[in-house]
């Protein structure tokens, strides 16, 4: 069979990694984060890691050379020969291109949801600072107010869930990700897919949307990695 590659694009808040686990685990392939695998990296003090980390410490947005090797050395292993489900990558319109060369996406969903209903979500979560457990104030309460049922720690609120924080992040957002956007558009690649029902409803659905999609796939189609640019 040959191997099922998509890349899940969307605002902070859409639920990106809930449908990307879902993706994964029904089409049996890897959920990658390049957040992730940056961090696995810098943990193992890898030469890759040490690279990473001083733009980490500054705080400043990995080069695209260093995310583009880290992703390359993990889709070439084992893991990856089925495919994989991306979250968080491609960020730029340099890294989709790199994508393509190495390892082309099948489908490219982009998750829309309007602001409002990404602020309701996020602005309602509440945390557990000592074990971690996370709280939704409308969907997912505690059983007593402010109180975590795990542990009995008081919840707490990020500041970056604040509404503008969501709000400036939301259109952040877009305005990187246009050419990203653009790009998979005239690759015929992009499935815009919205987002703002509960996630219970959508997976189903963009599960359909994408096995559509990949049924249409030319059988044909060359999905040999290391191709060069
Ligand atoms: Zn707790």
Not at 82 to 109: C, M
């Amino acid at each position: 069979m040959s191997p099922i590659r998509v890349v899940v694009m969307g605002p902070p808040g859409v639920g990106k990694g809930t449908y990307a686990q879902a993706i994964a685990a029904r089409f049996r392939v890897p959920h990658i984060s390049t957040g992730e695998l940056l961090r696995r990296e810098i943990s193992a003090s890898t030469e890759l890691g040490l690279k990473a980390r001083s733009f980490v410490e500054r705080g400043v947005l990995v080069p695209d050379e260093i995310v583009n090797e880290v992703l390359c050395k993990h889709l070439s292993s084992e893991e990856c020969r089925s495919g994989y489900v991306l979250d968080g990558y491609p960020r730029t319109l340099a890294q989709a291109v790199f994508l393509e060369t190495i390892a082309p996406v099948d489908v490219a969903v982009l998750l829309e949801a309007p602001l409002e209903v990404i602020v309701e979500r996020i602005s309602g979560r509440l945390y557990c600072p000592s074990c971690g457990r996370v709280y939704h104030a409308r969907w997912r309460p505690p059983t007593v107010e402010g109180i975590c049922d795990s542990c009995g720690a008081p919840l707490v609120r990020r500041r970056d869930d604040d509404p503008s924080v969501v709000a400036t992040r939301f259109k952040q957002f877009y305005e990187a990700s246009s050419e990203v956007v653009k790009f998979y558009m005239r690759l015929g690649k992009l499935l815009v897919f919205d987002a703002s029902v509960d996630s219970s409803i959508g997976i189903p659905l963009l599960l359909k949307k994408i096995e559509e999609r990949l049924s249409a796939r030319p059988h044909t189609e060359a999905a040999r990695p290391g191709q060069a640019a």
